[in-house]
């Protein structure tokens, strides 16, 4: 199978096998004009299959979401059909608007438009807690 | 000079241990000399926000404001509140700040504390928030602790009954942990165990910790007993609380083997928990702890009235 390269963009390599359309839905690549490539169980060496994302346009990501999803990805910034930069990953320390809190009894579940906020507590395992009430959310 | 910045008092771990000295320090010369203060709250106004019911926790703030010659204004149940017409938390700290220097809110909802302080531009306390935190309930026990045993360190703290939903365990857990030598037993039915992340924070905190399903075998190592009530309100389901309300119960013969100067404390209010011939034992603390609590919040609203550090 034959992907043009891209020439100004980015590209969004080591996603975990599966977790591709997730991230198109959380970054709303499905909204872009621009080309965007998915593609999905790549044969890789260093995971067995992957999962790749290209996206022929300079745009601001949400290294959060990203972060929170799969913090293994590696993101590669192509400008002028050169790799440019390389950036890798880390859990957020904050998840502000992402996942919201399963605890029928913490006060987002009534507030109207309460920020749902979730602060990393452990990286490894991942665990995040609800910044109002303490539940707990593993990442998964 | 620089304007000293806002505080709120949210969880208990918002105060290092240093704060917690002084207000501690504070309390004690307040008990000392109780006329040096009585204007130190002059035309101030404190607003109490009470969405659950209340006794001791509403009046020990209403009569420390009196006492610091400030004055009150507030509501003590959600039906007397907009709140029956809908209104948010965050509108009604926006409304309520305009008519009070200092807020204190008890919500049944947990975390409702945080999105009162995220609107305020005055001091917010948390009066307690469901089943979750309740800091000035546990500033009341370590006043009663140092006052009773003298130290806050190498304490063996016994607590027993709901770990689950009790917050003034959960707060008096997150205190403790800091200071050095604390040891804890836990004593609760299965279902109510304490929740993962305050057994998290004893880990964390690294101290000694077990649990047991029976009292009679740890009370000889405690210095501290701290009851706590079953809470039926926190329940969905009736009859899981009919089945575990009665899982401990401490009488005077349970006490026989206690060491001499342990104490026994409870927040209040009891239900069946507690004999009421416990009363008159000489551990028994819990109604000296109720009279504390009305001196640490005298302190802590001066502190905060006071922008923490003037």
Redesign the interface.
């Known amino acids: 199978m034959k992907i043009d390269s891209i020439c100004n963009g980015i590209v969004l390599d080591h996603i975990e096998a599966g977790k591709a359309m997730r991230i198109c839905a959380a970054l709303g690549l499905e909204s872009l004009d621009c080309t965007v490539a998915i593609i999905k169980n790549v044969k890789s060496e260093k995971m067995g299959r992957k999962d790749l994302i290209k996206i022929d346009e300079m745009i601001d990501l949400d290294l959060n979401a990203l972060g929170f999803i799969d913090p293994n990805i590696t993101i590669n910034v192509i400008r002028e059909g050169q790799l440019s930069e390389k950036k890798k990953l880390r859990l957020p320390r904050e998840l502000f608007n992402i996942v919201r809190c399963k605890?029928p009894?913490?006060?987002?579940?009534?507030?109207?438009e309460?920020d749902q906020i979730f602060c990393l507590v452990s990286e490894n395992p991942p665990l995040y807690?609800?910044?109002?009430?303490?539940a707990?959310y593993h990442g998964k | 000079m620089a304007v000293p910045e806002l505080r709120h008092l949210i969880d208990i771990k918002d105060l290092s241990l240093d704060e917690i000295d002084t207000l501690l320090a504070l309390g004690d010369d307040i008990i000392a000399r109780p006329a040096d203060y009585q204007d130190a709250a002059k035309r101030k106004k404190l607003a109490t926000l009470f969405y659950e019911p209340s006794t001791r926790t509403r009046l020990s703030f209403e009569a420390a404001m009196l006492e610091l010659g400030g004055s009150v204004l507030g509501f003590s149940s959600q039906d007397s509140s907009s709140a029956t017409k809908g209104e948010?938390?965050?509108d009604t700290i926006r409304t309520v700040q305009c008519y009070a220097d200092i807020i204190a809110l008890r919500?049944?909802?947990?975390?409702?504390p945080?999105?009162a302080a995220r609107h305020a531009a005055v001091p917010v306390i948390n009066a307690g928030?469901?089943?979750?935190n309740h800091p000035t309930q546990t500033l009341t026990d370590l006043m009663t602790i140092r006052r009773e045993l003298g130290t806050l360190e190498g304490l063996t703290i016994g607590l027993c009954g709901d770990l689950k939903f009790g917050r003034t365990v959960h707060s008096l857990i997150a205190a403790m942990v800091r200071y050095p030598g604390t040891r804890f037993v836990l004593v609760s039915p299965r279902e109510l165990r304490a929740?993962?992340?305050v057994l998290e924070e004893i880990r964390r905190g690294g101290c000694a910790c077990e649990e047991s399903h029976t009292m009679e075998a740890v009370v000889p190592v405690l210095d501290v007993l701290y009851m706590t009530r079953v809470q039926r309100e926190?329940f969905f389901n009736e009859a899981v609380y009919v089945r575990l309300k009665d899982s401990f119960i401490l009488d005077v013969p349970k006490l026989a083997h206690a060491k001499k100067d342990m104490i026994v404390m409870h927040p209040l209010p009891r239900v069946n928990e507690m004999s009421v011939r416990v009363d008159e034992n000489p551990h028994a603390r819990y109604f000296v702890q109720a009279l504390y609590g009305k001196y640490i919040r005298m302190a802590l609203i001066l502190k905060l009235l006071g922008r923490w550090g003037a």
């Open positions: 605890n009894r913490c006060i987002t579940t009534v507030e109207q309460a807690r609800c910044a109002y009430c303490d707990a | 948010s938390v965050a919500h049944p909802k947990e975390g409702a945080v999105v928030d469901g089943g979750h929740p993962d992340y926190r």
